[in-house]
Nanobody, 126 residues
Framework: EVQLVESGGSLVQVGGSLRLSCAIS????????IGWFRQAPGNKREGVAC????????YYDASVKGRFTISSDSAKATLFLQMNSLKPEDTAVYYC???????????????????WGKGTLVSVSS
């Protein structure tokens, strides 16, 4: 059984930093994708950052490029999202996901993920 458990969400001030973690178990990392997604109240879910598990290529939504960094420790099956220079519009529930497809097209992530965590709340206050 594949399980993804996020942690690290918190209330932070504008301009601050936060690091999210996702513990992944039961998932086969070869030639797949893992990533972070978010959904703000009243908005659709959107891709934030993802990584190809085969070659480690990383992809970012244009809104977070240069501020967020995705990384993983495959030995421990943990995915991270380092978030710097946070803005109020970054406020959302952040989800970790795993599956066969995640890439960037025209500044946005295109994805097809099979497994999702329950999310962790990030609130950025001004």
């Amino acid at each position: 059984e594949v399980q993804l458990v996020e942690s690290g969400g918190s209330l932070v001030q504008v301009g601050g930093s936060l690091r999210l973690s996702c513990a992944i178990s039961g998932f086969t990392f070869d030639d797949n994708a893992i990533g972070w997604f978010r959904q703000a109240p009243g908005n659709k879910r959107e891709g934030v950052a993802c990584m190809a598990t085969g070659d480690g290529s990383a992809y970012y939504d244009a809104s977070v490029k240069g501020r967020f960094t995705i990384s993983s420790d495959s030995a421990k099956a943990t995915l991270f999202l380092q978030m710097n220079s946070l803005k109020p519009e970054d406020t959302a529930v952040y989800y970790c996901a795993a599956g066969p497809l995640c890439t960037e097209v025209g500044g946005s992530l295109v994805y097809g993920m099979d497994y999702w965590g329950k999310g962790t709340l990030v609130s950025v206050s001004s």
